[in-house]
Nanobody
Framework: QVQVVESGGGLVQPGGSLRLSCVAS????????MGWYRQAPGKERELVAH???????IYGDSVKGRFTISRDNAKNTAYLQMNSLKPEDTAVYYC??????WGKGTLVTVSS
């Protein structure tokens, strides 16, 4: 059974940093692309960052230059380093393994 679990969310002040983690189990992690998505209240879910099995990465326009996605295949883990956080980054952040597998999300709140 494939499981995807996010962690690392919380409350942070504007300009601060957080690192999210996503651990996957039950499958060959290294074969899959990984993605981070977010959904703010009243808005549609949007792509934040995506990393292929070969570690090529793309980013949503709103986070370019501030967020970095990475992966550690030995630990079956993907990361999202978020710097210079803004109130508009407040959302539930979801990890996606391949196409079909989603975590339940972790809440990030950026507020003073």
């Amino acid at each position: 059974q494939v499981q995807v679990v996010e962690s690392g969310g919380g409350l942070v002040q504007p300009g601060g940093s957080l690192r999210l983690s996503c651990v996957a189990s039950g499958t060959r992690f290294s074969s899959f692309a990984m993605g981070w998505y977010r959904q703010a209240p009243g808005k549609e879910r949007e792509l934040v960052a995506h990393i292929t099995s070969g570690e090529g990465a793309i980013y949503g326009d709103s986070v370019k230059g501030r967020f970095t996605i990475s992966r550690d295949n030995a630990k079956n883990t993907a990361y999202l380093q978020m710097n210079s956080l803004k109130p508009e980054d407040t959302a539930v952040y979801y990890c996606r393994l391949g196409i079909n597998y989603w975590g339940k999300g972790t809440l990030v709140t950026v507020s003073s």
